[in-house]
């Protein structure tokens, strides 16, 4: 247990250094607690119950990327770049219309959603808020994934990295707003 720890969070053997991402997730988490307390327990429910649903609902842009990263990693070991290209353009076509979809889909069912769960009519109104702003980035979180699962397919992951250190804790604290 000691060595699987230490290699995964304290460095592994291509010399990457994977503490700083540890230590990042561990000051994001103490620093939401922190600022979610500070809410109260409605919007504490209503936030957690939030990001289950979404976590759900993203599983189509998360499995799309993946294709993509496949299919791209495919034609550049076969050499095709053309085939490369147009993979990329699909998925973006692709990506763009199911962002699209999962938007209005929690934008219409948002509240509903969190209402399965048995909240309250305050937590449900403060999840179809969150629902409401978080919604409104489908389309941007799925291009992006399309360009990060392009660059993962042609053999470049120190995007996925750099995106998870650097491109998702300065948004978190909005989320709440």
């Not at 999962?102 to 399965?116: D, E, K, M, Y």
Request: aromatic share 10%; with cysteine.
């Amino acid at each position: 247990m000691e060595r699987l720890w230490s290699r995964s969070c304290y460095g592994n053997r291509t010399g990457s250094n994977d503490g700083i991402y540890c230590d990042s997730c561990l000051s994001e988490v103490s620093f939401l607690h922190f600022f979610m307390n500070g809410f109260g327990t409605q919007t504490v429910a209503a936030i957690t119950t939030a990001y289950r649903v979404d976590s759900i609902v993203m599983v189509p842009i998360i499995n799309l990327g993946s294709g993509i990263s496949t299919l791209v990693a495919q034609d550049y070991g076969s050499g095709n770049k053309k085939r490369m290209q147009k993979t990329c353009m699909v998925g973006l076509v692709l990506m763009s219309i199911v962002s699209l979809m999962l938007t209005a889909l929690v934008l219409a069912l948002g509240g509903h959603l969190i209402a399965i769960f048995g909240a309250g009519a305050e937590t449900i109104q403060i999840g179809a808020g969150f629902f409401r702003r978080i919604g409104s980035f489908y389309l941007v979180y799925g291009i992006a994934t399309v360009m990060r699962s392009y660059l993962e397919g042609i053999g470049d992951v120190s995007c996925r990295r750099e995106n998870e250190i650097f491109g998702q804790s300065p948004g978190k604290p909005f989320e709440y707003v």
